[in-house]
């Protein structure tokens, strides 16, 4: 019989988020297990944040990141803020560093509750992201939606934030946009390799951005903090803003900075709902009602 591992349900700005302590264990969260916790409306999420023992000195853990439908992410920056909060409220450190298949993650929960994730650098040749084809200038690339004499969305960014992100830009509310209906699509274009998370963004401002994603595999998402970044970056990278804006994704909104050293600093809120224990063989799990705030 396997152990069951402590969970705590949260979510970054509505990204609803699974924080699974599986450290000090050899097991791992198996995809069936991921997909039989997604079914479950009361543990419904778009990423596991599955902790576990670090792997490399200087690291305080290494996090395995899960979608909803079993695949591996390489990062989930509203993730890593729900990490923070839960190995915080645990042990009351403050600043932490984490490994990911994407690198090396550094996090800071602040004196106000808010939380920052250094997202790395980001990449923008085509055979980092990565693309299908060569592009020399991934600020705008050769992808359409919709008649090709009066597409629907066209001419993307594209970027890399230890995951591949197309970003359309678009003049008007990015509600009037069938993102449900685009976002499969793009998300497994030919084009994208690896699959890629699809935004519509709308800038409104030098510092402001609004911002809606198809996550790839997880779908339509309240809030996703790598395509914020992605968003960021991409439009400072355009012209379109600063290197530093807010930008408000469905869930409310957060702070990505492009700062000097080429890092993307990401900050904003982590909300603790319910903890539990969990099965990650088959994803069965209890409600500990008496548990807060630590994963």
């Not at 990141?65 to 403050?94: E, P, W, Y």
């Not at 900075?257 to 994803?283: I, K, Q, R, Y």
Request: charged content about 20%.
């Amino acid at each position: 019989m396997t152990t069951r591992a402590p969970f705590a349900k949260m979510n970054g700005l509505g990204n609803e988020i699974i924080v699974a302590d599986m450290r000090g264990r050899a097991d791992r969260i198996t995809p069936e297990a991921a997909i039989a916790l997604d079914r479950d409306p009361a543990t419904k999420f778009d990423q596991i944040m599955a902790i576990h023992s670090p792997r490399n000195d200087g690291t305080d853990a290494y996090v395995e990141i899960i979608n909803s439908d079993g695949s591996q992410a390489q990062t989930c920056g509203n993730g890593m803020r729900c990490v923070v909060q839960a190995l915080s409220a645990q042990s009351g450190k403050r600043e932490f560093t984490f490994e990911t298949i994407a690198g090396i993650l550094t996090a800071k929960e602040h004196p106000d509750g808010q939380i920052s994730v250094d997202m790395g650098r980001p990449h923008f040749g085509w055979q980092e992201i990565p693309l299908s084809e060569p592009f020399h200038d991934t600020r705008k690339i050769e992808l359409q939606i919709g008649p090709i004499d009066a597409p629907v969305l066209h001419s993307p960014s594209v970027v890399s934030m230890g995951n591949p992100h197309a970003i359309f830009w678009v003049d008007q509310d990015v509600w009037t946009y069938d993102l449900e209906r685009f976002g499969p699509m793009l998300e497994n274009h030919p084009m994208f390799p690896e699959r890629a998370n699809i935004s519509i963004a709308h800038v409104t401002s030098r510092n402001a951005i609004t911002l809606r994603t198809w996550e790839r595999g997880a779908g339509l998402t309240r809030a996703c903090g790598s395509a914020a970044c992605a968003a960021g970056v991409s439009a400072a990278r355009t012209g379109r803003t600063e290197r530093a804006v807010t930008v408000t994704v469905p869930g409310g909104p957060l702070i990505i900075e492009w700062l000097e050293d080429d890092h993307v600093l990401m900050t904003g809120p982590a909300e603790w709902e319910f903890s539990g224990n969990l099965d990650p063989e088959n994803g069965s799990w209890a409600r500990d009602e008496d548990a807060q705030g630590a994963a």
